[in-house]
């Protein structure tokens, strides 16, 4: 079983930082099954990056997502008040089908 | 634009049964697998179930697996979620979600509705 692990659980940031969020998965990751979402309160998450590092329609240039193997990031360059939010990654292909890291949260310092 | 909407969703007691709706707009809803995510109060995002687009096909998690059965109407452009045998821990909202065809991402998701098990 896979299990995917993000760090840290919370982090608190200014606006403008740079920031750096973790997923490491238990077992090896294709980089093609691999997706991050955005997700405000009360709110549907919402598709970042698929594929490692691509990024969806309509997602502004300040993120983005790298990583391989074990070992994937998502970057965001220069944080917006609305960036603020819980992160997610995910995985495609092995038992559990799919699943979801546990998420990471980003509070305003 | 692809609009997801989900219903059905409402207080149900343990061991009873509820069914979820999603109707699907603003793509080939024929052309894509559809799926059933589901988050717990205050907690993560959990997958479901997912269907391929020609309904013939579907996978469940395994704590869903023998008690919730997935289904679509393509005449419709909807897809189901029947939840049979309900349990406390089924408390949940649930999404549903469009494939990312070829990514096994989910790229357009509904607002959710709201499942409570409680006695």
């Known amino acids: 079983e896979i299990v995917l692990t993000q760090s840290p659980g919370t982090l608190s940031l200014s606006p403008g930082e740079r920031v750096t969020l973790s997923c490491r998965a238990s077992?090896?990751?294709?980089?093609?099954?691999l997706a991050w979402y955005q997700q405000k309160p009360g709110q549907a998450p919402r598709l970042l990056i698929y594929g490692a590092s691509s990024r969806a329609t309509g997602i502004p240039d300040r993120f983005s997502g790298s990583g391989s193997g074990t070992d994937f990031t998502l970057t965001i360059s220069g944080l917006e008040p609305e960036d603020f939010a819980v992160y997610y990654c995910q995985q495609y292909g092995s038992s559990p089908m799919y699943s979801f890291g546990q998420g990471t949260k980003l509070e305003i310092k | 634009q692809v609009q997801l909407v989900e219903s059905g969703g409402g207080v149900v007691q343990p061991g009873r049964s509820l069914r979820l709706s999603c109707a699907a707009s603003?793509?080939?809803?024929?052309?894509?697998?559809m799926h059933w995510v589901r988050q717990p109060p205050g907690k993560g995002l959990q997958w479901v179930a997912i269907i391929s687009g020609d309904g013939r096909v579907a996978y469940y998690a395994d704590s869903v697996k023998g008690r919730f059965t997935i289904s679509r109407d393509n005449s419709k452009n909807t897809v189901f979620l029947q939840m049979n045998s309900l349990k406390t821990e089924d408390t949940a909202v649930y999404y549903c979600?469009?494939?990312?065809?070829?990514?096994?991402?989910?790229?357009?998701w509904g607002q959710g509705a709201l499942v409570t098990v409680s006695s």
């Open positions: 077992q090896s990751v294709s980089s093609t099954f």
């Open positions: 603003g793509f080939t809803f024929t052309s894509f697998a």
């Open positions: 979600a469009k494939d990312a065809a070829g990514y096994g991402s989910f790229d357009f």
